[in-house]
Structures are given as C-alpha cells and as structure tokens.
Nanobody, 115 residues
Framework: QVQLVESGGGLVQAGGSLRLSCAAS????????MGWYRQTPGNQREYAAIISSSGNTLYAVSVKGRFTISRDNAKNTVSLQMNSLKPEDTAVYYC?????????WGQGTQVTVSS
C-alpha cells in the first residue's frame, strides 16, 4: 500500500509564492511519473505539472514559466514551487504518483490566492 502526504498549501496574496511538497511511503520502490493536479468546485481535476522518472517535465499552459516541479527519487518526494501566483490558481492541489499499474493520490491541499 502506498501513502502520500502533502504539505505546503495555504493563503497567499497575488504575486506571492508557495511551495507544495508530497512524500510517498509504503510499498513503493521507485515511482514512474509524479505530478500535481488541481481542482476547483464543479470542475474536473486537471494537471498542473508532471515529471517523469528521468526528469522530463510537462506543464499546463496556464502555469508554464511560473511553476517548477521537481522530485527526489531517493526519497520518493515531489515538490511544486509556485511563483507569481494568481487568483485563478486558487484550487485544491493533489499530488499524484504513478507506480506499477496504479496511480496514487494525496488527500489534497488547499491553495488560495487573494487579489
């Protein structure tokens, strides 16, 4: 069984920064893709940033140039540095870890950006 624990959400003013972190533990050796998704009420969960096991990254157009995803394979952690935050970045952010044939999800952390 794999557990994901997220941290780092909160309230920030527009233009500010936050850093999200996610640690995977349990029956996991080395994750495949890891990523951050976000969801607002009434909308589908969408990816913000994804990083492969080799370090290749993919960003949503709306966050490219402002967010940076990174991972530590030795520790099975993934982080998201969010800069120049905008009110439209307000959402619940979920960590995702792909391992074996499954995708695992964190419990979600709220990010609120005030204008």
């Amino acid at each position: 069984q794999v557990q994901l624990v997220e941290s780092g959400g909160g309230l920030v003013q527009a233009g500010g920064s936050l850093r999200l972190s996610c640690a995977a533990s349990g029956s996991i050796f080395r994750a495949n893709a890891m990523g951050w998704y976000r969801q607002t009420p009434g909308n589908q969960r969408e990816y913000a940033a994804i990083i492969s096991s080799s370090g290749n990254t993919l960003y949503a157009v709306s966050v490219k140039g402002r967010f940076t995803i990174s991972r530590d394979n030795a520790k099975n952690t993934v982080s998201l540095q969010m800069n120049s935050l905008k009110p439209e970045d307000t959402a619940v952010y979920y960590c995702m870890v792909a391992f074996g044939a499954n995708n695992y999800w964190g419990q979600g952390t709220q990010v609120t950006v005030s204008s």
